[in-house]
T-cell receptor, first 112, second 114 residues
Framework: DAKTTQPNSMESNEEEPVHLPCNHSTISGTDYIHWYRQLPSQGPEYVIHGLTSNVNNRMASLAIAEDRKSSTLILHRATLRDAAVYYCILRDESNSGYALNFGKGTSLLVTP | DGGITQSPKYLFRKEGQNVTLSCEQNLNHDAMYWYRQDPGQGLRLIYYSQIVNDFQKGDIAEGYSVSREKKESFPLTVTSAQKNPTAFYLC?????????????FGDGTRLSIL
């Protein structure tokens, strides 16, 4: 599986936008970029995914670089409830049964 | 509401004992997964199953066993051969049709050694 690189931790103020980066320089043409987040003592939660175009949903936006070697998860207005570990994961849909390869992710701290 | 139920929330194991963690889903998902998470680490895949009566080993299957007799159930047994079982165990499921479906996770079982 192609690997991703994320900062270990980031900090944001409440009600400000947060940009969480992810590098994936060895991404293949069939890899989708997925983002999950994990709140303390809970299971991970799906956030968003995309292939080439930028994506928006009610939780976040995903900006994908033109060469697809990096992407950014954007939380438009951070709240205290957004404090979590955010995982950027590449997934090849041709291996449809395969699990997700979770790294250590980025721990986001949101301060009031 | 549809979802994944893991039980128990906390579990203690004595030396030499096998314990079984329950995972049930009512989402009608085909695939189910078991992950292990150690403190400060990401998730590692133990086993997964795409269809009833079939399952595959993940990266750290040694000391664990699973069964998939029903579509909605995927129990994990932590055997006495697993020498370091203390961890947070997460079950997930996913629909296979429709392309790129997300995984849905339960709230986990925290296993400790007595």
């Amino acid at each position: 599986d192609a690997k991703t690189t994320q900062p270990n931790s980031m900090e944001s103020n409440e009600e400000e936008p947060v940009h969480l980066p992810c590098n994936h320089s060895t991404i293949s043409g069939t890899d989708y970029i997925h983002w999950y987040r994990q709140l303390p003592s809970q299971g991970p939660e799906y956030v968003i995914h995309g292939l080439t175009s930028n994506v928006n949903n009610r939780m976040a936006s995903l900006a994908i670089a033109e060469d697809r070697k990096s992407s950014t998860l954007i939380l438009h207005r951070a709240t205290l409830r957004d404090a979590a570990v955010y995982y950027c994961i590449l997934r090849d849909e041709s291996n449809s049964g395969y699990a997700l390869n979770f790294g250590k992710g980025t721990s986001l701290l949101v301060t009031p | 509401d549809g979802g994944i139920t893991q039980s128990p929330k906390y579990l203690f194991r004595k030396e030499g004992q096998n314990v079984t963690l329950s995972c049930e889903q009512n989402l009608n998902h085909d695939a189910m997964y078991w992950y292990r998470q150690d403190p400060g680490q990401g998730l590692r895949l133990i086993y997964y199953s795409q269809i009833v009566n079939d399952f595959q080993k993940g990266d750290i299957a040694e000391g664990y066993s699973v069964s998939r007799e029903k579509k909605e159930s995927f129990p994990l047994t932590v055997t006495s051969a697993q020498k370091n079982p203390t961890a947070f165990y997460l079950c997930a499921s996913r629909r296979l049709q429709g392309g790129n479906q997300p995984q849905h996770f339960g709230d986990g079982t925290r296993l400790s050694i007595l």
